[in-house]
């Protein structure tokens, strides 16, 4: 599934072009920004996305990883890394920007892409270079509080509007059109306040906003390296960088999504509790803390 395009997975599988024009290519432009030219793994996970009964918590899915922090009683330091030592005794010491401190560490986790694109930090002392093999792929969220240009889409009027809009033309300046609503209200009640959110692949310009919108209260952007570029080049990555330093995020050019990081982040505790020398199947140990 990692070795050939979600198109042609599809066809083989029996599927009709219509769908994989209408649909899959649509979903994928949505989920990741790209087409079902991406391999037939991540393609596979980003129809799985588009399935009903979807969650979000209220204030934000950020509420999760804080959940986890504050269950598993870790230290938290909030510095930013410049580079990882590896010392000649085989463990670790993390270089901050705006810290001389040097703490060492038996061993370091990353919980972020490492690519040449979007890695900021450096690796030093390691007996050999590392090579970060693929990029990753640029996705604009525009937050927009308006209502749409029903006339753009050739809706009769304001009322006729649905609630996605969904694109397959690869050459389109936005790759989808969706209303949210609150986690507390329910999809298409009434009275709930007209936000939409539109993903492209590039800032939208005023000319473009004003063809999506025919009004605009308010607007809010955000744009970051969302995802792998899936062109079917690149190798999965490796969770071992080197015995001690570990890389979840390896995951990610298998498929990004919140369930494959989970999936990464299991692989990696237990290739560090091997290297530490722990057994997690031993109650005595199930209370180890390991400062991070």
């Known amino acids: 599934m990692l070795e050939r395009s979600l ?50 918590l209220h204030g934000g899915n950020k509420k999760i990883p804080h959940a986890l922090l504050n269950a598993s009683g870790a230290s938290f330091h909030n510095e930013e890394v410049e580079a990882i030592h590896l010392n000649s005794d085989g463990r670790f010491s993390l270089r901050f920007k705006e810290n001389d401190e040097m703490p060492l560490y038996d061993a370091v986790i990353l919980a972020t892409p490492v690519t040449n694109d979007t890695s900021m930090f450096g ?46 033309n690869r050459t389109l300046f936005f790759n989808s059109l969706a209303r949210n609503y609150p986690v507390d209200i329910d999809d298409g009640a009434e009275g709930a ?15 473009e906003l004003d063809i999506l919108f025919s009004t605009i209260n308010e607007t809010f952007v955000i744009k970051w390296k969302a995802y792998p570029e899936y062109d079917g080049t690149t190798s999965t990555g490796n969770f071992t960088l080197h015995p001690g330093l570990y890389h979840i995020n390896a ?42």
């Not at 690796?123 to 749409?148: W, Y």
Request: glycine share 8%; aromatic share 10%; net charge negative.
């Open 7 to 56: 198109e042609a997975g599809l066809k083989h599988a029996g599927v009709s072009n219509l769908f994989i024009e209408e649909l899959a290519n649509a979903i994928m432009r949505v989920n990741y920004g790209q087409s079902s030219d991406a391999h037939q793994f991540v393609g596979s996970v980003s129809l799985a996305g588009a399935e009903t009964g979807l969650w979000s």
């Open 123 to 168: 690796f030093e002392n390691f007996p050999r270079q590392f090579h970060l093999p693929g990029r990753f792929h640029q996705t604009v969220c525009t937050m927009v509080q308006g209502d749409v240009n029903h006339e753009t889409f050739q809706f009769a009027d304001s009322s006729s509007v649905i609630d996605d809009i969904f694109t397959t």
């Open 193 to 207: 306040p007209s936000v939409w959110k539109v993903f492209s692949n590039e800032p939208l310009s005023k000319r």
């Open 251 to 292: 995951i990610e050019f298998a498929a990004s999504a919140m369930e494959m990081g989970i999936i990464g982040a299991r692989n990696v505790a237990l290739l560090a509790a091997s290297h530490l020398g722990v057994d997690v199947q031993d109650r005595k140990t199930q209370s180890f803390h390991i400062e991070l």
